[in-house]
């Protein structure tokens, strides 16, 4: 948690009387409102929120809206790089800008286990407040249910967010055409080995860091500077190669990638190759292709640099046939890309 404020916020429930969750926590009586009075609405408080209605009330700019929601279940809850609220709010965020929409809200469900510590809940929450702030986005609305103890690990989180779209252009598949470059925003699979390094407890002289991280900031730029987007995606689950797969299928367009023009950092290739994973199926939290007019591409490029400076130009989309994707491998061969067959790496968001 690096900013220093929150470092100073201590846990407003009083830890020595209750310092884990109960059933009660979650009974709709009065723990229930201490908890989400003083725990939730104290870390996330806002002129919406603090009304206590059934309902949040916003106003909506007279524009189109992008809605997305998501479960978050991942294992362990703290990570190199995040934790479980940090990754619930950057994957809504991220959900949203591949939409090419400005985040504004979210609202946060949370299943807790009997037993949980209120500590972690307090320090999960307010990595969720920290990434939210940094985004300009507020946390409007909630629930909270507890389980028994053993019929979830500590903590399940479901977001739901809304964004606003405020440009003209329409970022899908469909817009995709022949000759349109591919662009990779930084290096690939580090949030997929900092989870499996930390599950495992793997041995390893420097720490691998998760690469979560909300996008919206260089979406916006490159919006902003008139870059014509004709897709967007972030590579969760499954990776590089299953998003460049399913957009391809999609758009049913061939798309040629240059493995030599995708960043990996050393320590993941070389866990990846321990562990017999392709790094292009590796799942990132912090990173997605954006497919442009080859026109805006150096632009693009630049603008995405300055965000990442493994950032690249990695392929381009040369023909209408067939609908796949062409790896030109370091070697100088070809291969086909398919997407993530079966999980390699379960309970990473």
């Given amino acids: 948690m690096d900013d220093p404020f929150l470092k100073n916020l201590s846990c407003p429930i009083s830890i020595e009387k209750y310092p884990n969750i109960t059933l009660a926590h979650g009974g709709g009586g009065r723990m229930s409102d201490t908890l989400i009075r003083e725990l939730f609405h104290s870390a996330f408080a806002n002129e919406v929120i603090l009304k206590h209605c059934d309902s949040a009330v916003v106003t909506l700019p007279r524009k189109n809206i992008a809605m997305t929601t998501d479960s978050y ?25 591949m939409s090419g929409a400005r985040p504004l809200y979210i609202s946060a469900a949370f299943i807790l286990e009997e037993g949980f510590p ?44 809304v964004g606003v779209i405020e440009h003209n252009l329409d970022i899908s598949p469909k817009s995709i055409a022949v000759g349109d470059t591919i662009l990779l925003s930084g290096d690939i699979g580090r949030h997929g080995i900092a989870i499996i390094s930390a599950r495992e407890e793997l041995d390893m002289s420097s720490t691998i860091e998760s690469d979560s991280a909300p996008l919206w900031a260089a979406v916006c730029e490159m919006l902003q500077a008139g870059i014509n987007i004709h897709c967007l995606r972030d590579l969760t689950r499954g990776g590089l190669a299953s998003a460049l797969v399913e957009i391809a299928e999609t758009s049913k367009l061939h798309f040629n990638v240059k493995e030599r023009e995708i960043q990996v950092h050393e320590k993941v290739r070389g866990v990846s190759e321990f562990l017999g994973f392709d790094p292009l199926h590796i799942a990132n939290e912090g990173r997605f292709i954006a497919i442009v007019a080859p026109k805006d591409s150096n632009k693009a490029l630049e603008i995405l640099r300055a965000y990442n400076a493994a950032a690249n ?18 070697v100088g061969t070809r291969r086909i890309v398919d997407m993530l067959s079966g999980e390699q790496l379960p309970r990473i968001c």
């Fill in 73 to 97: 279940v991942v294992s362990p809850l703290f990570f190199p790089g995040g934790d479980i609220g940090k990754i619930a709010v950057h994957g809504t965020i991220n959900d949203l800008a």
């Fill in 118 to 161: 209120i500590e972690k809940l307090w320090k999960i929450v307010l990595s969720m407040k920290q990434a939210a702030d940094e985004s300009e986005v507020q946390i409007i609305a909630g629930d909270t249910k507890v389980v028994d103890k053993g019929k979830c690990d500590g903590v399940f989180i479901t977001t739901t967010g």
């Fill in 313 to 330: 130009t990695i392929g381009h989309i040369d023909k209408k046939s067939p609908r796949r994707v062409t790896l030109e491998t370091v």
